[in-house]
Nanobody
Framework: QVRLVESGGGSVQAGGSLRLSCVASVLTYRGCVAWFRQGPGKEREGVASINPGTGTPAYADSVKGRFTISRDNAKNTVYLQMNSLKPEDTAMYYC????????????????WGQGTQVTVSS
């Protein structure tokens, strides 16, 4: 059973930055680790994913050029660097992992963290 723990959320003003961390009990090297977010009254959406084995990233169009996903395999950690934050980025951010699949579809992921809140004010 893979356990994921997110941290790094908080409240920032528009234009600010945050770095989220996801520490995994076991890090997949075939599948991916991904970040999803869900704001109040909104559907869960994929933000970014990465394959820890290859470092290959994928991003939602809404965050391209602003967010960067990376990994430190020695620390079993995946990061999400969020720059130029906008109020519409406000959401609960979840880390997810699957041992075989990649992408930004939530149904492809088996393991989920508890979430960390990101709030961006105008």
């Amino acid at each position: 059973q893979v356990r994921l723990v997110e941290s790094g959320g908080g409240s920032v003003q528009a234009g600010g930055s945050l770095r989220l961390s996801c520490v995994a009990s076991v890090l997949t090297y075939r599948g991916c680790v991904a970040w999803f977010r869900q704001g109040p009254g909104k559907e869960r959406e994929g933000v970014a994913s990465i394959n820890p084995g290859t470092g290959t990233p994928a991003y939602a169009d809404s965050v391209k050029g602003r967010f960067t996903i990376s990994r430190d395999n020695a620390k079993n950690t995946v990061y999400l660097q969020m720059n130029s934050l906008k109020p519409e980025d406000t959401a609960m951010y979840y880390c997810a992992a699957d041992q075989a699949r990649c992408g930004l579809s939530a149904q492809w992921y088996t393991y989920w963290g508890q979430g960390t809140q990101v709030t961006v004010s105008s």
